[in-house]
């Protein structure tokens, strides 16, 4: 199991009634690790309404929150723009049908991110 001071930080916030939780430049401390336990506090908490995670370098960290949010019931607002993230068809798929799943979502920010869903074709967001 994976241990830091942030995932006792993210399993206290899961529990708390904290409703806003932004982070700055998340890419120069953050671990994978730490992003699976923010990840699993996305899901589990009842009262995070919203979380801005910017600029993290790549879909695969990513990943861990957007699979979360596919099982969170309070998140309503999720920005997780970045200047850095390619998405390719599976990891796509894979958010699409995480995303579905979320009934409070309303707001999604995804800027700058560039999608790779077709052999030879690149679309910004």
């Not at 939780?21 to 953050?30: A, D, N, V």
């Not at 958010?95 to 074709?121: E, I, P, Y």
Request: with cysteine; net charge positive; hydrophobic share 40%.
């Amino acid at each position: 199991q994976h241990k830091s001071v942030f995932h006792d930080l993210f399993c206290s916030i899961a529990n708390s009634p904290l409703q806003s939780l932004t982070f700055l430049y998340p890419s120069l401390y953050l671990s994978v690790g730490d992003l699976v336990c923010l990840g699993d506090c996305v899901r589990r908490s009842k009262h995070l309404t919203r979380l801005k995670l910017p600029n993290l370098k790549s879909i695969e960290s990513y990943m861990p929150i957007l699979l979360a949010v596919g099982g969170s019931n309070a998140i309503q607002t999720l920005r997780i723009d970045s200047n850095t993230v390619s998405v390719w068809d599976k990891a796509f798929q894979l958010a699409v049908t995480s995303l579905r799943h979320n009934s409070t979502l309303r707001t999604l920010s995804l800027a700058h991110w560039t999608f790779d869903l077709q052999v030879g074709v690149r679309n910004s967001v």
